[in-house]
């Protein structure tokens, strides 16, 4: 059989997927995606970030998605319980992003994405399961279960964009867990819980308590998306159901426990391990990955997607750059990787920082001396990913330095400085 051909392949449809994709079609080259799922298909992340906006201005979607009726989100409100401290940030006005973002189901976001990629010339191979990969000097060849029937593809370039799965690490590389973030997510959609009123409807609502936290995502039509992330030892030892230790942790929770008094489920409880990892090889010669096939940070933050989006944006940069001068080794592509790294470390350090009390106390209680809520806010809209002034790292060294010197103040008073959330 006749090989089919493209100049590149993309394992995976999801945000980075497609977003590579797109962008490598609208740069003059052939693409095929190979997607294993049917969309629309239920995913959690359902959060975006500002800085996302501009990600989809770039791939010429934003219309598509204005139009989308989704549910606008101006901030993000942080409560922990056992201390009973809280605080609500706002997304500055005035930046290159807006101030201003969407909370999104995934299963029709993913698929306006993905269609949006066949719109620009992409061929989407949908569900088609890639189940083996060959490099030689001259690119790549891929094996392909499409509907039960086994094809083969041909490419000169390919892009592992296969999220969680990591399909090229499973098999070339190694995956290792990001200490102290070994979490497990327990997960479902509901309608009819409370909802803030005005402005404040679409803040996301993080809720900590003791072992652990939950997310509070309202969407359009009065869907929420409700996820307990918990220790992963506390679902090793418990002996029930999934359904029955979401449950529980909703009882623990009493902001939760009383937001969802009256609503009702629309799906089942779904579960997701091994809450944050990193993966090698990130890139090599005649492929690059993007997105959770990279690296996989806890969800606090509602990072994903803009990840997943701006590293898919970086590697069509990448990539069309090797197309026009004709070099596919990995030292290539050794600036991407850079600049991938660079934009995830931001989300990793305040992530560990996040579970240490000593940094939360200034977290939620935060004092906009010297820039740093300003700092904090660059972070969290996605900023960080786009460009980091010398202004934002100095001031966020400097929130990290008070924060030192906070966990040396509570180790004197007797206080627990140890991460609330260790393996």
Not at 106 to 122: E, I, T
Not at 202 to 225: C, H, K, Q
Not at 302 to 318: D, Y
């Amino acid at each position: 059989m006749t090989p089919m051909t493209s100049d590149v392949a993309v394992i995976g449809g999801g945000p980075g997927g497609s977003s590579a994709a797109t962008h490598l079609a609208r740069g003059g080259l052939s693409v095929a995606l190979f997607e294993r799922e049917v969309f629309p298909r239920f995913k959690v992340g359902e959060s975006l970030v500002p800085a996302t906006m501009l990600m989809l201005e770039r791939l010429g979607v934003l219309e598509r998605v204005e139009r989308g009726g989704y549910q606008i989100k101006y901030g993000a409100t942080f409560h922990d319980q056992e201390t009973g401290l809280g605080h609500t940030f706002y997304f500055l006005e005035g930046m290159p992003w807006p101030n201003w973002t969407y909370n999104v189901p995934r299963a029709d976001f993913d698929a306006l994405l993905l269609d949006h990629s066949r719109k620009q010339g992409v061929v989407v191979h949908q569900p088609a399961t890639v189940s083996g990969v060959a490099f030689d000097a001259d690119g790549v060849t891929l094996d392909v279960d499409s509907g039960g029937d086994r094809l083969t593809h041909r490419a000169r370039f390919l892009v592992d964009a296969s999220g969680r799965d990591a399909f090229l690490a499973a098999r070339r590389g190694r995956r290792s867990r990001v200490p102290n973030l070994g979490k497990v997510a327990l997960f479902a959609h509901y309608k009819g819980g409370a909802r803030f009123p005005g402005r404040e409807e679409g803040n996301v609502r993080i809720y900590l308590f003791e072992g652990g936290w939950f997310w509070w995502i309202p969407m359009a039509n009065d869907l929420t998306s409700v996820g307990a992330v918990v220790h992963a030892r506390v679902v090793r030892e418990h002996a029930g159901t999934p359904e029955a230790l979401f449950a529980e942790m909703v009882q623990r929770c009493r902001a939760v426990a009383e937001n969802l008094a009256g609503a009702q489920p629309v799906t089942p409880i779904h579960r997701a391990a091994n809450f944050a990892y990193t993966n090698a090889p990130v890139v090599g010669s005649r492929f690059l990955t993007v997105g959770d096939a990279i690296a996989f940070v806890d969800p606090i933050f509602s990072s994903g997607v803009f990840i997943a989006m701006r590293s898919g944006e970086l590697a069509a940069q990448a990539i069309l750059a090797a197309f026009a001068d004709g070099r596919f080794t990995a030292r290539r592509f050794a600036a991407y990787e850079r600049k991938v790294w660079r934009g995830v470390a931001p989300f990793f350090k305040f992530i560990h920082k996040y579970y240490e009390p000593s940094f939360l106390d200034l977290f939620l209680q935060p004092r906009d001396k010297l820039g740093m809520v300003r700092a904090v806010l660059n972070v969290l809209s996605g900023g960080a990913f786009i460009r980091m002034p010398w202004r934002v790292r100095a001031s966020l060294a400097l929130l990290f330095g008070i924060a030192r010197i906070n966990t040396w103040v509570r180790r004197r008073a007797g206080k627990p400085v140890e991460s609330r959330l260790e393996w």
